[in-house]
């Protein structure tokens, strides 16, 4: 058992993109941030009863360091991302065509 390393750096990989393929691991530094889907609205909002509303003054959700949140479809590990053995060989062929 190993744990999968950043695409960009050596740091170890806590992000994955869910629905993507290998090759999608990030360190905190590194995974893509900013989302349509982490939009709220902002603080003393109030949803009407009825109809629509203008949601064009919604903002991005933050963590606690204030940072964008990745794309909902991230997933967060902070012990890691482990890559069993038999994954090795197919991350050989993404790695090559990352290259
Ligand atoms: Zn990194």
């Known amino acids: 058992m190993r744990k999968a390393k950043c695409r960009r750096c ?17 360190c905190d530094d590194h995974v893509p941030r900013g989302c349509s889907c982490n939009l709220v609205p902002p603080s003393g909002f109030e949803l009407p009863d009825e109809g629509d509303w203008d949601s064009s003054d919604w903002i991005e959700d933050t963590d606690e360091q204030g940072k964008l949140l990745p794309c909902c479809e991230y997933m967060y590990d902070e012990e890691g991302l482990d890559i069993e053995d038999e994954d090795l060989e197919k991350w050989g062929e993404y790695d090559h065509l990352d290259e």
Do not use: S
């Open 10 to 26: 050596d740091k170890m990989a806590v992000w994955l993109y869910m629905p993507g393929p290998l090759g999608t691991e990030y």
